[in-house]
């Protein structure tokens, strides 16, 4: 029995060894990933539409983020940027922290835009004058080192750490220099809305003793007049903080800041509406004159930058850069 079943199939292997031969090419082509990713130029989101603000006041132009496109490193991919102008190969080591996978980068990004999320809506509130009051603040481990002697994951809420609350990565670090080296600290964690215990081992890395976790801010918060923002699962990251907070800013004020023009930009955003540095300009910039942008805003940091990407590619639009959110809104205003 067991030879006849052998035999048969050993005979469709022969009869049909060049269509498999075929099918595993064909798979390995368009699946298998080599340690590279894909940028090329992405698209922009208006901002005003994921939005929605109690008594809102309406603006005839947009505010919208910009974004980078990047896609693995699948065969097809990879080939095609040798061909089309501005898709570029990026080596996945220079994307993501040591030891950090491409999807681990993604967990992290995520976390990064929630926070981002965070910063525009307290940033804006304040600025307008509006109602916002902070209740809870949540620190949030963002990565792991590899050196680190831990049973903690990426996306713990961190409730207590050897009994004391931190909020800020730097207090962190003061309280974990002040222990010993192989010291275990004990950390209370949220994790899946389940309280667990955790530990960690002191180690020593150039002079500063470290638990090799960083970590980044969640609020708990309430406003007046009530916001919603919607997301996609897709969107990750924290460089559209800027333009959010801009657009919430608009919705709350009477005056419209757009004065009818379409505004795209880019820049973190932190909760006291200082604009930070990003990276990918060339593509968002690209994406934004693409979109037809009459202005692009960028960070200070990226502005020589984006004006050689604006001569290189002979782009149209306007750029201007931008230190904080109220630097924005005046520049807006004028």
């Avoid at 298998?32 to 922009?44: D, H, I």
Wanted: aromatic share 8%; with cysteine; proline share 2%.
């Amino acid at each position: 029995m067991i030879n006849k079943v052998y035999d048969k199939i050993k005979k469709i292997l022969k009869e049909n060894y060049k269509f498999l031969i075929t099918l595993v090419v064909l798979f390995l082509f368009f699946f298998y990933e080599l340690p590279f990713v894909v940028y090329r130029p992405g698209g922009t989101i208006d901002l005003q539409s994921r939005i929605t603000v109690e008594t809102s006041y309406k603006a005839e132009g947009s505010l919208s983020m910009s974004y980078v496109s990047m896609m693995k490193g699948n065969i097809p991919f990879v080939l095609l940027s040798f061909v089309l102008p501005n898709w570029d190969l990026v080596k996945t080591n220079s994307i993501t922290l040591e030891d950090e996978s491409v999807d681990e980068s993604i967990v992290r990004d995520h976390l990064s835009l929630e926070e981002g999320l965070d910063n525009a809506v307290i940033s804006a509130y304040r600025l307008a004058n509006k109602k916002i009051e902070i209740k809870e603040i949540f620190p949030v481990v963002a990565y792991i080192t590899k050196e680190a002697q831990t049973d903690l994951k990426v996306g713990d809420i961190l409730l207590y750490v050897n009994g004391n609350k931190f909020t800020e990565l730097k207090d962190l670090q003061v309280y974990i220099n002040s222990l010993e080296k192989d010291q275990v600290v004990h950390f209370q964690v949220l994790r899946e809305e389940k309280e667990l215990e955790c530990t960690a081992k002191v180690y020593e890395m150039e002079k500063d003793l470290k638990v090799g976790i960083s970590i980044l801010n969640k609020y708990r918060y309430e406003v007046d007049p009530k916001i919603k923002i919607e997301t996609k699962e897709s969107e990750s990251g924290s460089s559209g903080g800027l333009m959010t907070a801009l657009a919430i800013y608009n919705a709350l004020t009477e005056e419209d800041i757009t004065r009818g023009k379409n505004i795209v930009g880019t820049g973190t955003i932190s909760i006291d509406g200082q604009v930070g540095e990003i990276g990918g300009i060339k593509y968002k910039l690209l994406g934004a004159e693409k979109a037809h942008a009459d202005l692009f805003l960028c960070p200070y940091e990226n502005y020589e930058e984006a004006k050689e990407v604006k001569e290189k590619n002979k782009l149209q639009l306007n750029i201007l850069p931008v230190k904080s959110l109220k630097d924005a809104v005046q520049i807006l205003e004028k």
